[in-house]
């Protein structure tokens, strides 16, 4: 009888190389692919050559891509194991996907689950007693298989029914990927991406904004932490954000994301980027978004300007004035 695993798949050279090695031994593999504001392919678009889809596709593993919603984002909010450096719950993170990925293998009817983690690779959430803690809080006591590591890690199911042979697995850990490279000339696996964090949650510069929305926000929605991935971001008031174009690309992208009740302008008497005002929207904190708008135009410093509010189907103008210094704006950037 074929034993089948469900492997959490990033696409990178780990995960690869932990399905391949399951593949050799005669095991069905299904890899499922989890995204988020926060990483991850979206179903829905192309993201370079060695995406997870490709990456599926080259080693000829079934893919699931499967997005977090509201639930995940409530257990970013409140961890129950802490934060790492940033804003990134990584112990907990992981255990999330270990349950969602033991969900898809009771439905599935598959037999264990397998990971690309390497003992020692990463200082928080790969450490020894950290990947006993993602097993146990992701409810997958000794069917959880990191075939990479596995000689030493204790003994699994599927080693000690003899689904797998252990003596057949590598001694891989620590940061090194001298050894998996090697593996993957062995293994046939010619093309893989360059090592890289891939989570925003693991930037410094990125969390003061997660902190944001957590602090302003009663229920989380995905659509809210996707905008921070766009422009300048500055918070007018507790129920008030306002989202700031860098670029020609970053303004088209605002303007795509612009919902009905959101407010869209930009400087009406030459070249502008565009404003996003998400939330409640006052004449009075319009005025406040407009001077701040202005400081990212060539509009004359003390002169009154012209804007265009460009949401909706009618576009109306309103006056303002870029009397701001770079002071009255750091007041308000996230």
């Given amino acids: 009888m074929q034993r089948t695993a469900i492997a959490l798949f990033s696409g990178g050279l780990d995960s690869t ?89 009771l439905s599935t009817g598959a037999d264990f689950v397998i990971t690309g983690e ?89 969390a003061s904004k997660v902190r944001d929305i957590f602090d302003h926000s009663e229920k989380l929605k995905a659509r809210d932490f996707r905008l921070l991935r766009i422009g300048r971001h500055f918070r007018l008031d507790p129920e008030t954000r306002l989202v700031i174009g860098r670029d020609d690309r970053e303004n088209s992208l605002l303007s795509e994301s612009v919902k009905a009740g959101e407010t869209s302008f930009r400087w009406d008497e030459g070249g502008s980027p565009l404003g996003l005002l998400v939330g409640a929207v006052t004449d009075e904190k319009l005025q406040s978004a407009a001077r701040i708008l202005l400081r990212y135009t060539r509009c004359e410093k003390g002169a009154s300007a012209r804007l265009r509010i460009i949401s909706g189907t009618s576009e109306e103008t309103f006056s303002s004035s870029h009397d701001f210094n770079e002071e009255d704006v750091e007041r308000f950037r996230v």
């Fill in 118 to 206: 390497v003992l020692g690779q990463r200082p928080k959430s790969q450490r020894r007693d950290a990947l006993a803690i993602v097993e146990r809080d992701g409810e997958l006591q000794g069917l959880l298989l990191r075939p990479l590591s596995a000689k030493f890690l204790p003994l699994t199911i599927p080693e000690r029914e003899g689904w797998v042979d252990r003596e057949q697995l590598p001694s891989i850990k620590g940061r090194s990927r001298k050894l998996q490279i090697q593996l993957a000339a062995e293994l046939g696996v010619k093309e893989y991406p360059n090592p890289a964090g891939g989570c925003l949650l693991t930037e410094v510069s990125y």
């Fill in 17 to 105: 190389l932990a399905i391949r090695l399951m593949q050799v031994q005669g095991i069905a593999v299904q890899a499922i692919h989890f995204t988020s504001p926060f990483f991850g392919v979206s179903p829905d678009s192309d993201c370079g050559k060695y995406d997870a889809r490709r990456a599926a596709e080259m080693i000829g593993v079934p893919l699931t891509i499967q997005n977090l919603g509201e639930e995940y984002l409530e257990m970013l909010r409140k961890p129950s194991h802490g934060y790492g450096k940033a804003i990134n719950p990584c112990i907990d993170c992981h255990a999330y996907f270990l349950r969602k990925a033991k969900e898809f293998m």
